[in-house]
């Protein structure tokens, strides 16, 4: 029997690290240094580029004064994720009884294999392989230096017994259960504290089966807040890949308190109608490369989160260089990009480039609340197709459900330093709303080279406390955007070192 490849035939492209190529020893070649200094400069054209992991740009301001400085963040963060290992162990689910007739639970198979391999954990790591057929399972964790590889034809089908999907532990950043107080469903495949983790297959499908949870959902019926159909919590070295997810019951795919992730070539699908099917939710994680993914659901195509009001801060993991790359998808209820509205531990250096979006309600939005705390802050978006949106970046400070009462309404979030260029879209409702609040205005809101077409002659801007600057945007933005703007340094706090 084939047990597929080792390693899925993922389409590799260059990358190129702006430190890595300055970092020289004292014992190199000077003409070594020359030449990559070269190739540098070439891949710099039109741009000015810095030592330090990031690229700068210039923007001049309306009237041609002191340009704003932009930094951007170093392109690849996931580089030595691409290079995937070769497991020393390989077994199939069939080998430990699994039957793949869509019928049969297969949850004692699955956990026996992935027990059985963990032996291999510090001798190579082993692999899951998931042959044609139809694996219906409950939940099931996964173990450290471990594949788990889908065959082309195999499907991972979730149980629709509720009592297949255990209750957990409420996150410590949320404090209870995201929709319900308690607990939780714990997810469909979970894992925790692990590290060199790989779920990827020949396009194999991951089916969460959701609609009785959405029913459920719907009367009110349920005990605790939904399951994922994937999570990893406090897990590092993480490849998520070649694989489709559909019907998830809740968020689809949640790295939580994760470092090191790289999630690419995904499918992620739900019904629109279906209740908060977000895609892929980055959830107080940093170091997270997101490509190549197309998302149609429920709810937002990505949403960056970091805890939930005092549980949030208390906890203080905030959510960090994460690079989103050539996403497109479709959402009719929600946003293609969203930050928020859990955040606060706070969202930095986030780099967005390459989005194509239609049928959703909003492009680029932002979410928070007074209580909230944390912030939001250099963010940099560029490069957009927008389709069929009603509007196109939507800036909301009144999104305000709170976990419990203890929240402390003097807690403020600090959104600022947001950089948004080079959108296009067309049949869109409303240009730009930004509901700011009194006394903590957006600020450092930058845009630049958008052009909208409307298909209403009604109000196309609505902005209160929000400060900024904007040049070559159509149609033209209110006056708070429009203010001249002194010497600025856009994302001034430079990408960390690992």
């Given at each position: 029997?084939?047990m597929?490849?080792m390693?899925p035939?993922f389409?590799?492209?260059?990358?190129?690290?702006?430190?890595?190529a300055?970092?020289f020893?004292?014992?190199q070649?000077?003409?070594?240094q020359?030449?990559?200094?070269?190739?540098?400069?070439?891949?710099?054209?039109?741009?000015?580029c810095?030592?330090?992991?990031?690229?700068?740009?210039?923007?001049r301001?309306?009237?041609?004064?002191v340009?704003v400085?932009?930094?951007?963040p170093?392109i690849?963060?996931c580089s030595?994720?691409?290079?995937?290992?070769?497991?020393?162990h390989i077994v199939s689910?069939?080998?430990f009884?699994?039957?793949?007739d869509?019928k049969?639970i297969?949850?004692?198979?699955f956990q026996?294999a992935i027990?059985?391999?963990?032996?291999?954990a510090?001798?190579?790591?082993?692999q899951?392989f998931?042959p044609?057929?139809q694996?219906l399972?409950?939940?099931?964790?996964?173990?450290?230096?471990?594949t788990?590889?889908?065959?082309?034809?195999?499907?991972?089908?979730?149980?629709?017994?509720?009592?297949?999907w255990?209750?957990?532990?409420a996150?410590?950043s949320?404090?209870?259960?995201r929709?319900?107080p308690g607990?939780?469903?714990?997810?469909l495949i979970?894992?925790?504290?692990?590290?060199?983790?790989i779920?990827?297959g020949?396009?194999g499908t991951?089916?969460?089966q959701?609609q009785?949870w959405?029913?459920?959902?719907?009367?009110?019926?349920?005990?605790y807040?939904?399951?994922?159909?994937?999570?990893?919590?406090n897990?590092r070295?993480v490849?998520i890949?070649n694989?489709?997810f559909?019907?998830?019951?809740f968020?689809?795919i949640?790295?939580?308190?994760?470092?090191?992730v790289l999630?690419?070539?995904?499918t992620i699908?739900?019904p629109?109608?279906s209740?908060?099917?977000?895609?892929i939710?980055?959830?107080?994680?940093s170091?997270?490369?997101?490509e190549?993914?197309?998302?149609?659901n429920?709810?937002d195509?990505?949403?960056?989160?970091?805890g939930?009001?005092?549980?949030?801060?208390?906890?203080?993991?905030?959510?960090?260089?994460?690079?989103?790359?050539r996403?497109?998808?479709?959402?009719?209820?929600?946003?293609?990009?969203?930050?928020?509205s859990?955040?606060s531990?706070?969202?930095?250096?986030?780099?967005v480039?390459?989005?194509?979006?239609?049928?959703a309600?909003t492009g680029?939005?932002?979410?928070s609340?007074q209580?909230?705390g944390?912030?939001?802050?250099?963010?940099?978006?560029s490069d957009?197709i927008?389709?069929?949106?009603?509007?196109?970046?939507?800036?909301?400070?009144?999104?305000?459900?709170h976990?419990d009462?203890?929240?402390?309404?003097?807690?403020?979030?600090h959104?600022h330093?947001?950089?948004?260029?080079?959108?296009q879209g067309?049949?869109?409702?409303m240009?730009g709303d930004?509901q700011?609040?009194?006394?903590y205005?957006y600020?450092d809101?930058?845009?630049?080279?958008?052009t909208l077409?409307?298909?209403?002659?009604?109000?196309m801007?609505?902005?209160?406390?929000?400060e900024?600057y904007s040049?070559?945007?159509s149609?033209?933005?209110?006056d708070?955007?429009l203010?001249r703007?002194?010497?600025?340094?856009?994302?001034?706090?430079c990408?960390?070192?690992?």
């Amino acid at each position: 029997m084939s047990m597929g490849p080792m390693i899925p035939p993922f389409v590799r492209r260059p990358c190129f690290s702006f430190s890595s190529a300055l970092s020289f020893s004292s014992s190199q070649v000077i003409g070594t240094q020359i030449i990559l200094l070269l190739i540098l400069l070439l891949y710099c054209v039109s741009r000015t580029c810095t030592c330090h992991g990031y690229v700068e740009r210039k923007l001049r301001t309306r009237d041609g004064s002191v340009p704003v400085l932009v930094r951007l963040p170093e392109i690849d963060v996931c580089s030595k994720l691409r290079s995937l290992p070769r497991r020393s162990h390989i077994v199939s689910i069939d080998e430990f009884g699994g039957i793949g007739d869509g019928k049969t639970i297969n949850t004692h198979a699955f956990q026996n294999a992935i027990s059985y391999l963990s032996s291999y954990a510090h001798k190579g790591g082993g692999q899951l392989f998931i042959p044609p057929g139809q694996w219906l399972t409950g939940s099931f964790n996964l173990t450290s230096h471990l594949t788990l590889f889908l065959d082309k034809g195999a499907t991972i089908l979730a149980s629709q017994n509720l009592g297949d999907w255990p209750v957990v532990d409420a996150l410590p950043s949320y404090g209870r259960g995201r929709e319900l107080p308690g607990g939780r469903h714990i997810s469909l495949i979970h894992g925790s504290n692990l590290s060199d983790i790989i779920i990827t297959g020949d396009n194999g499908t991951i089916d969460g089966q959701g609609q009785v949870w959405w029913e459920l959902h719907a009367n009110g019926s349920l005990d605790y807040t939904r399951g994922h159909l994937l999570e990893l919590m406090n897990s590092r070295d993480v490849v998520i890949s070649n694989l489709t997810f559909i019907n998830s019951p809740f968020w689809t795919i949640h790295p939580v308190y994760c470092r090191n992730v790289l999630i690419n070539y995904l499918t992620i699908l739900a019904p629109f109608e279906s209740p908060n099917t977000d895609g892929i939710d980055p959830d107080s994680s940093s170091r997270v490369c997101i490509e190549d993914c197309y998302i149609e659901n429920g709810d937002d195509l990505i949403s960056i989160k970091s805890g939930w009001d005092q549980y949030g801060m208390n906890y203080g993991h905030r959510s960090s260089k994460i690079i989103i790359q050539r996403l497109s998808g479709q959402t009719r209820s929600s946003a293609g990009i969203a930050l928020g509205s859990e955040m606060s531990g706070g969202i930095s250096n986030v780099y967005v480039v390459n989005l194509k979006l239609q049928h959703a309600s909003t492009g680029i939005r932002i979410k928070s609340a007074q209580g909230r705390g944390g912030y939001i802050k250099n963010i940099y978006i560029s490069d957009a197709i927008f389709h069929n949106v009603r509007t196109a970046i939507g800036f909301t400070a009144f999104y305000g459900e709170h976990p419990d009462d203890k929240y402390d309404p003097n807690a403020f979030p600090h959104i600022h330093s947001i950089y948004i260029e080079n959108i296009q879209g067309d049949n869109i409702s409303m240009a730009g709303d930004f509901q700011g609040l009194k006394g903590y205005p957006y600020h450092d809101i930058f845009l630049r080279n958008i052009t909208l077409n409307a298909t209403t002659t009604s109000q196309m801007w609505n902005c209160s406390f929000v400060e900024g600057y904007s040049e070559s945007v159509s149609p033209e933005p209110c006056d708070e955007l429009l203010r001249r703007q002194h010497t600025q340094e856009y994302c001034s706090s430079c990408i960390e070192k690992v």
